[in-house]
């Protein structure tokens, strides 16, 4: 599984490579990505699980 900081590298180097493009110009594509957010939920690890608890039955009075 590839992070978002390998594809960012992947895109960077095929848009030097294959389009001559200059740094500018591929910052300026990744700030439309959906991933380009600084506050990205795949940048942090996961949030830890509460612990499993089963519910109490009701008593049927």
Same mark, same amino acid.
């Given at each position: /599984? $590839?992070?978002? =900081?390998?594809? @960012?590298?992947?895109? +960077?180097? %095929? $848009?030097?490579?294959?389009? !001559? /493009?200059?740094?500018? !110009?591929? %910052?300026?594509?990744?700030?439309?990505? #959906?991933?380009?957010? +600084?506050?990205?939920?795949? !940048? =942090? #690890? &996961? /949030? &830890?699980?509460? &612990?499993?608890? @089963?519910?109490? =039955?009701?008593?049927?009075?």
């Amino acid at each position: /599984m $590839c992070t978002v =900081k390998e594809i @960012r590298e992947a895109i +960077r180097e %095929d $848009c030097r490579s294959q389009h !001559d /493009m200059e740094t500018a !110009d591929i %910052d300026r594509i990744f700030q439309t990505l #959906p991933f380009s957010q +600084r506050n990205s939920l795949l !940048d =942090k #690890p &996961p /949030m &830890p699980k509460r &612990p499993y608890r @089963r519910r109490k =039955k009701e008593q049927k009075s």
